[in-house]
C-alpha cells in the first residue's frame, strides 16, 4: 500500500515538473505572433534590405578601387627610392674601395721609383758582373711594377668615373621618382579626403542594415560575395538571365523571383536572385 501511495506521488511530481519545463520553454503568444510577423516580412523586406546591402557594399568596393591602386603606387615608388638610394651608397662604397686600391697602386710606384734609384747607385759600385746582372734585373722588375700599377690606376680611375656617372644618374631618377611620389600622394590625400566621409556613412548605413537581417542569412550573403569574383552576392533578372553569371532562368522560376515570396538563388553561380523592378526602388 505504501509502495502504490508513492508510485502515485512519484508521477504527480514527474507531471507537474514538465508542466513546469513546457510552461518555461514554450513561446508566448505575444513571442510567437512576433515570430511570424517576421517571417511575414523577411521575404520581400530581407530581399530589398540584401539588395540595398549589396548596392552599398559594391559602392564602397568602387572607393577602395579607385583608391586601392594609389596606396601601392605609392608604395612602389616608395620602395624604389630606397633601392636607388641603397644603389648610391654601394656605389659610393665600391668607389672608396677603387680610390684605395689606386692609392696602395701609387705608393708602389713611388717605392718601385725609390728603389730603382737606389739599385742605379748601387750599380755605380758593383765589383763584379754578378752583381750588375743581379740589380739589372731589380731594375727591370722594379720598371715593370711602375708599368703595371699605373696601368691599373689607369684603369681603377676609369672605373671610378663610371661608377660616378651611374650614381649621377641614380640621382636623377631618385629626383624624378619623389616628384612623381608627391604627385602620387597628393592625388591619393584629395581622393582620401573626397571620399572619406561617403564611405564612412556607407559603412555606417551597411551596418544598420545587416543588424536588420538574421545572422543566417547574412552569413551566407557574405559567403557569396566573398566567392563572386566581382563581389556581387545579389543581382537582379537581365533579360531572362541571372545578372551575375547570365545564364537563362526559367519562366516558372523568374515568376517565383517577381513574387519575392522566399529567397531564390541561381542554380549556376548560387548567387541572390531578386525582380529588377528592385533597381527603381
Same mark, same amino acid.
Given at each position: 500500500m505504501a509502495e502504490k501511495t508513492k508510485k502515485k506521488e512519484t508521477k504527480k511530481a514527474e507531471k507537474t515538473s514538465a508542466k513546469k519545463i513546457t510552461e518555461k520553454s *514554450? &513561446?508566448?503568444?505575444?513571442e510567437m505572433k512576433k515570430s511570424k510577423s517576421q517571417? $511575414?516580412?523577411s521575404a520581400v523586406n530581407k530581399l530589398r534590405l540584401l539588395y540595398e546591402l549589396q548596392i552599398i557594399d559594391s559602392s564602397i568596393d568602387n572607393i577602395k578601387t579607385i583608391? %586601392? @591602386? !594609389? &596606396? /601601392? #603606387?605609392?608604395?612602389d615608388l616608395e620602395d624604389e627610392i630606397v633601392g636607388f638610394d641603397t644603389r648610391i651608397k654601394n656605389l659610393a662604397h665600391e668607389i672608396k674601395e677603387i680610390e684605395s686600391n689606386a692609392t696602395q697602386r701609387k705608393i708602389g710606384v713611388e717605392t718601385a721609383k725609390n728603389l730603382i734609384k737606389k739599385y742605379e747607385e748601387q750599380q755605380k759600385n758593383v765589383r763584379n758582373n754578378r752583381e750588375f746582372d743581379s740589380l739589372s734585373k731589380e731594375l727591370e722588375y722594379q720598371n715593370l711594377e711602375i708599368e703595371l700599377n699605373e696601368k691599373i690606376i689607369k +684603369?681603377? %680611375?676609369a672605373k671610378v668615373k663610371e661608377k660616378r656617372r651611374e650614381i649621377d644618374a641614380t640621382k636623377t631618377m631618385v629626383a624624378d621618382?619623389?616628384?612623381? /611620389?608627391?604627385?602620387?600622394?597628393?592625388e591619393l590625400n584629395e581622393i582620401t579626403s @573626397?571620399? *572619406?566621409? $561617403? +564611405?564612412? #556613412?556607407? =559603412? %555606417?548605413?551597411? $551596418? #544598420? =542594415?545587416?543588424? /536588420?537581417i538574421e545572422t543566417r542569412l547574412l552569413t551566407a550573403y557574405n559567403k557569396i560575395r566573398h566567392n563572386a569574383r566581382n563581389g556581387l552576392a545579389v543581382v537582379t533578372v537581365k533579360r531572362d538571365a541571372c545578372g551575375g553569371c547570365f545564364n537563362k532562368i526559367p519562366p516558372?522560376?523568374?515568376? $517565383? =523571383?517577381? !513574387?519575392?515570396?522566399?529567397v531564390i538563388v541561381c542554380e549556376y553561380c548560387g548567387r541572390i536572385l531578386v525582380d529588377s523592378d528592385f533597381e527603381n526602388e
Open positions: *514554450a &513561446p508566448s503568444k505575444s517571417s $511575414d516580412l583608391r %586601392g @591602386e !594609389l &596606396p /601601392l #603606387e605609392v608604395q +684603369e681603377l %680611375g621618382k619623389k616628384i612623381a /611620389l608627391e604627385e602620387k600622394k597628393h @573626397e571620399t *572619406a566621409s $561617403d +564611405e564612412k #556613412e556607407l =559603412i %555606417g548605413r551597411a $551596418d #544598420e =542594415i545587416k543588424n /536588420l516558372q522560376r523568374q515568376l $517565383d =523571383i517577381k !513574387l519575392s515570396k522566399k
